[in-house]
């Protein structure tokens, strides 16, 4: 069974526009929610987390929108630039446990 | 610190050969992990020690993939004998007990089975 279901698989956007990532989980003992950015020919790295107690966290241009009862997150980026073009990753998982990854989303802003 | 370090960066082999990537983990990481990334199947977690004890490989395709992890700064993922659908990027992460800010990943191993 898929953990994490992730949703578009790729994303164009207009340079300036919101691009908007969305995933769903299964397990609702889940305590922690990463999103994980991808540059061609390297590793992902953590972009930005949150925990289920809060329903939102922004950081710069990257905002996490959480929905507890609906078990699903979304990662949304204000004023995509061009170099925003990446691969992202959700995950779900219970802290020093593993984390379950989504299937990724390619994201490509035109500027 | 020099984060998570793979190696090789590229490898080519040929159907059948013996192929190990190698994985040194940050320094007093406890926890690492190796994952597989494909087109179609995304990351998928293969293997994850903690203190250098394996706790889940129920990743692991078959049995010709073997991963050991005789200290904790380091760790090697053998494939014996490598088919050409092993062919992927190989990733290898480490990260703490009760470190909220998840994992970090090496550069990979970008491995092509001939």
């Known amino acids: 069974q898929q953990q994490v279901k992730q949703s578009p698989q790729s994303l164009i956007v207009q340079k300036g526009g919101i691009s908007i990532i969305n995933c769903a989980y299964e397990?609702?003992?889940?305590?922690?929610f990463p999103w994980y950015q991808q540059f061609p020919g390297k590793g992902p790295a953590l972009l930005i987390a949150i925990r289920p107690d809060v329903s939102e966290k922004k950081e710069g241009r990257f905002t996490i929108s959480f929905n507890k009862s609906a078990k699903q997150f979304s990662l949304h980026i204000m004023d995509s630039q061009p170099g925003d073009s990446a691969t992202y990753f959700c995950?779900?998982?219970?802290?020093?446990?593993?984390?379950?990854f989504g299937t990724g989303t390619s994201l490509t802003v035109i500027p | 610190d020099a984060g998570v370090i793979q190696s090789p960066r590229h490898e080519v082999t040929e159907m059948g050969q013996e192929v190990t990537l190698r994985c040194k983990p940050i320094?007093?990481?406890?926890?690492l992990f190796w994952y597989r990334q494909t087109m179609m199947r995304g990351l998928e977690l293969l293997i994850y020690?903690?203190?250098?004890?394996?706790?889940?490989d129920s990743g692991m395709p078959e049995d010709r993939f073997s991963a050991k992890m005789p200290n904790a700064s380091f760790s090697t993922l053998k494939i014996q004998p490598s088919e050409p659908r092993d062919s992927a990027v190989y990733f290898c992460a480490s990260r703490s007990t009760g470190d909220y800010y998840g994992y970090t990943f090496g550069s990979g191993t970008r491995l092509t089975v001939v």
């Open positions: 397990n609702t003992a889940f305590d922690y």
């Open positions: 995950a779900a998982g219970l802290t020093g446990n593993q984390f379950y």
């Open positions: 020690f903690n203190n250098n004890v394996p706790i889940d």
């Open positions: 320094s007093g990481h406890d926890y």
